[in-house]
């Protein structure tokens, strides 16, 4: 069955911290991996897309890794700011042509930065 | 460039009256993917259209739902004969490229069924 697992549920870190999310997938075949930030009320946002072939990139403080071998990826957020509190969810699109329900949701990390 | 327009934000609706939620994709976007958001919960796949057609409802249910995307104008997701059970967040994307084109969410639709 086509999963993916996000990890922890929810965290709590203070202002200027770092942290790391973690994702694990059971989804195949693969065509790229992608982590979204929503904010309390809001639609999600994109923050990165991961192909195959990618194993670090980076936006500004949010580092994201993907091992395509054990199928999991991580989003790394350096110096977290309060505006950092949000849902965080990982996304892994399969790669068949045709239909298009073939992007499986996480559900998501709930990060909260306190002052 | 605008991006994803949802509305209304915020629908409130009586048991057994219709829901009809609208969603402008981004300009040159002829994809359109509709989400469920329950409260605490993932997002979870509706349906994928493209102008005039539905490529995959296979996450709508099969009553009360439908989904359309006219030539002209915006999509429309509607819910007739609506139920408690069918308040939740639903969110609109666009793409300009299926299938494996970058999403944009428009901010979501709220529906709280009294």
């Known amino acids: 069955k086509n999963q993916v697992e996000q990890s922890p549920q929810s965290l709590i870190i203070l202002e200027g911290k770092n942290c790391t999310l973690q994702c694990n997938y059971t989804v195949s075949p693969f065509s790229n991996l992608r982590w979204y930030k929503q904010d309390t009320g809001r639609g999600p946002v994109s923050l990165t897309i991961?192909?195959?072939?990618?194993n670090t990139k980076s936006n500004g403080r949010y580092t994201a890794t993907l091992d395509a071998d054990t199928k999991q990826s991580s989003l790394h957020i350096t110096a977290s700011q309060l505006s950092d509190s949000a849902s965080y969810i990982c996304v892994v699109i399969m790669n068949y042509g045709g239909s298009q329900g073939n992007l499986i949701f996480g559900k998501g990390t709930k990060l909260s930065v306190k002052p | 460039n605008a991006g994803v327009m949802q509305n209304p934000r915020h629908l409130v609706r009586r048991r057994g009256q219709e829901a009809r939620l609208r969603c402008s994709p981004m300009?040159?976007?002829?994809?359109v993917y509709w989400y469920r958001q329950l409260p605490e919960e993932g997002l979870k796949f509706m349906v994928y259209?493209?102008?005039?057609?539905?490529?995959?409802e296979s996450g709508m249910p099969k009553e009360r739902f439908s989904a359309e995307f006219p030539k002209e104008g915006p999509s429309i997701l509607r819910i007739q004969q609506v139920v408690r059970g069918d308040s939740a967040a639903y969110f609109c994307?666009?793409?300009?490229?299926?299938?494996?084109?970058?999403?944009?969410f428009g901010e979501g639709s709220r529906l709280t069924v009294l």
């Open positions: 300009k040159g976007h002829s994809h």
């Open positions: 994307a666009s793409s300009p490229l299926a299938p494996t084109g970058e999403l944009f």
């Open positions: 991961m192909t195959f072939s990618e």
């Open positions: 259209l493209q102008k005039e057609n539905i490529i995959d």
